[in-house]
């Protein structure tokens, strides 16, 4: 049997490509009403989501440093597909002053009203809503520290201290209708000043967090994909008549 001409082949992987396309292209989640236990003077919990690493003053901490804080945000709208998501987060933390990277940290997501938690304030802030805390699937530093997954999914720093650093990690859930995002920064006895972050004095910034979602795919893609080399090699036959 002779291959499928090229032009079919192509026309083939462009409808199957239509139908995969809102599985494979990620959707960068608008986040809103930074929220805060404790902000820095000048380095509110806000600069962390407000698109720019331009200003390279983001979230810390001080003096709030030898003790677990903890940042919310809101997603613009819920999302989540039904077949599962891949959500990939971005930790940037660039500021000037070296060593303010992240010692250790996890991520939660929520489904709550959001009038129920993330009221927007700096320091003080509400944070409590019902989280599902995320388990990493993949994650990596830019800039060659360690990161090692604890039992509580957390994700410790250590080796490697970097001036500045770059975080990517990738995490799966199965939650529909996700309203936020929770960043816990939690402290650690291998950390110094007990963390929670990497900064002698224990503390961090995060210059900028992103966040994108992917649908996992799921089983009709493969089923439509099934159907369309039919159709396109059924064409083929009838034209080879
Ligand atoms: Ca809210
Ligand atoms: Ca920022």
Redesign the pocket.
């Known amino acids: 049997m002779k291959p499928l001409p090229t032009a079919l082949l192509t026309a083939t992987l462009t409808a199957t490509g239509a139908i995969l396309a809102p599985s494979a292209q990620a959707a960068v989640l608008v986040l809103q009403?930074a929220?805060a236990t404790i902000s820095q003077d000048q380095f509110s919990v806000a600069k962390a989501v407000d698109g720019t690493t331009a200003d390279d003053r983001g979230w810390a901490i001080l003096p709030g440093t030898g003790a677990a804080q903890t940042a919310v945000f809101?997603t613009q709208s819920d999302v989540g597909f039904g077949g599962g998501s891949v959500l990939t987060f971005t930790l940037e933390s660039l500021h000037t002053s070296p060593f303010h990277t992240l010692g250790r940290f996890r991520l939660s997501l929520t489904t709550d009203d959001?009038?129920?938690?993330?009221?927007?304030l700096a320091t003080g802030g509400?944070v409590t809503a019902n989280w599902t805390v995320l388990d990493f699937a993949s994650f990596s530093s830019a800039n060659g520290q360690t990161l090692t997954e604890q039992p509580d999914f957390s994700l410790l720093a250590s080796g490697t201290n970097p001036a500045t650093d770059t975080l990517t990690l990738t995490a799966p859930t199965s939650l529909t209708g996700i309203t936020g995002i929770r960043l816990e920064m939690l402290t650690d006895a291998s950390l110094p000043s007990n963390g929670p972050g990497r900064a002698p004095n224990g503390n961090f910034v995060v210059t900028e967090m992103s966040v994108s979602i992917t649908a996992v795919p799921e089983p009709v893609d493969y089923a439509a994909f099934a159907g369309l080399a039919l159709v396109a090699f059924g064409a083929w036959r009838r034209c080879r008549r």
């Open positions: 009403n929220t809101e959001r009038s129920s938690f993330a009221d927007g509400g």
